[in-house]
């Protein structure tokens, strides 16, 4: 079971967190969103969404393309090859480890 | 939050997302409120006149573009990965049986009359078929259930001949019936969509 334990910890935690994972998950399905429809789906508050965006772009996970739609601004988000396989990656593993945790049993440790 | 609940989370993100431009179902109502409206006023008052129809049928499609404009501006915009093909050519059958019951009726308008309907039908079936991905979403369920309508009004008329006072009320009830069958799907679409965001949200702040 420290084997199961050793790839929980070793997790990514740039993808783990659930409000980047929810971003990273639904752009994986599509070629861009926008951030309004990241807003909705999330239900986080701007500035958090932001923040998280941010934190992505930095990893290199996402790109961030800011345009202006007439006169308003718009920000379309598309994932980065790395990130494409950072979240593919991270969904393996997590169901490696329920497989896996499904195995365990408490009483032989 | 628990694997089984990221799990769902993951189902979830993954399926609206996909589906999401298909939740905008509002812009179906126009569509649906012209055949509500030239159906439901022939038995009333007659047939709608042909600059009438062309007067509203342009209405209906600066409301179709003022309610997209609308959805991207409160819900956002997503791009999808790849063509709906499926979806698309369902519309394109559904446009294609229009066409066949259309120039059917239209033997009571004369050969000009049918000859315009017919190259505007294929121009706005293909100019859909290739927006349709980006811009139009459309309701799968509402298409099919609209070519269904309009393949039995079809042969409905070819079975019942060109009577032209038949073919108004006939006219009139197919009509309806594909309004209401798009007003109600749209609506549908878009009280789903409201919900499926509602649940999908993570909820989590930094």
């Known amino acids: 079971m420290s084997e199961v334990f050793e790839k929980l910890s070793g997790l990514d935690r740039l993808v783990h967190e659930p409000a980047r994972l929810a971003v990273l998950t639904a752009l994986s399905v599509c070629r861009k969103a926008d951030f309004m429809y990241l807003l909705r789906l999330t239900g986080l508050t701007k500035g958090n969404l932001s923040t998280h965006l941010t934190k992505l772009e930095a990893g290199g996970l996402i790109r961030i393309e800011k345009k202006f739609v007439g006169r308003k601004p718009n920000t379309m988000l598309a994932l980065t090859r790395k990130g494409r396989t950072a979240v593919e990656k991270h969904w393996r593993e997590l169901d490696e480890l329920r497989a896996s945790s499904r195995d365990w049993d408490p009483t032989e440790e | ?206």
């Not at chain 2, 409160?74 to 709906?84: H, I």
């Not at chain 2, 050969?111 to 309701?139: D, E, I, M, Q, S």
């Open chain 2, 1 to 206: 939050m628990v694997k089984a609940e990221r799990n769902a989370m993951n189902r979830d993100l993954r399926h609206i997302t996909q589906i999401f431009p298909t939740f905008l179902g509002l812009r179906l109502v126009p569509a649906g409120a012209f055949f509500l409206i030239v159906g439901g006023a022939s038995p009333l008052v007659g047939p709608v006149p042909t600059a009438a129809q062309a007067v509203l049928a342009v209405l209906a499609v600066a409301a179709i573009w003022w309610i997209h404009l609308w959805y991207r501006r409160e819900f956002g915009v997503v791009e999808p990965a790849r063509l709906g093909w499926s979806r698309s050519w369902m519309f394109l059958l559904g446009l294609g049986v229009a066409v066949l019951a259309m120039s059917l009726g239209a033997r009571s308008f004369g050969g000009t009359t049918t000859l315009v309907l017919l190259v505007v039908l294929t121009l706005f079936a293909t100019a859909v078929l290739y927006a349709l991905p980006r811009t139009l979403g459309g309701g799968t369920m509402a298409v099919a259930l609209v070519a269904a309508v309009v393949l039995l009004g079809a042969i409905v008329i070819m079975a019942m001949g060109s009577d032209p006072l038949r073919f108004n009320y006939l006219g009139a009830f197919f009509s309806l019936a594909i309004g209401v069958v798009l007003c109600a799907a749209g609506v549908a679409e878009h009280l789903s969509m409201k919900q499926a965001l509602h649940g999908a949200g993570t909820g989590d702040d930094v």
